[in-house]
């Protein structure tokens, strides 16, 4: 079982910045996967980056370049630092993590960017 907690959402400028914080029940390296997902009204919930216990990390190609996904194992902490935000990231963002074929969710994050 994987508990996760997200923080940092806001509302922000175009071309701002924002860091979103999930904080999870176990030890991150511990965990096969864990990232971000992120869902617009009237949209799937889409892959945003995901890092492995392994350490590997995969980025959507919309956000390549402008997120960061890291990984602090000893605060059970993974972050994802946002840059040049744009109006197309506004979003509600998920933290999520998957162990031996069992996915987990987090409650969601808000992240709003205005033009």
């Known amino acids: 079982q994987v508990q996760l907690v997200e923080s940092g959402g806001g509302v922000v400028q175009a071309g701002g910045s924002l860091r979103l914080s999930c904080a999870a029940s176990?030890?991150?390296?511990?965990?096969?996967?864990i990232g971000w997902y992120r869902q617009a009204p009237g949209n799937a919930r889409d892959m945003v980056a995901v890092i492995s216990a392994g350490g590997n990390t995969n980025y959507a190609d919309s956000v390549k370049g402008r997120f960061t996904i890291s990984r602090a194992d000893a605060r059970n902490t993974v972050y994802l630092e946002m840059n040049n935000l744009k109006p197309e990231d506004t979003a509600v963002y998920y933290c999520y993590a998957r162990n031996y074929g069992v996915t987990y969710w987090g409650q969601g994050t808000q992240v709003t960017v205005s033009s």
């Open positions: 176990r030890s991150t390296y511990s965990i096969g996967a």
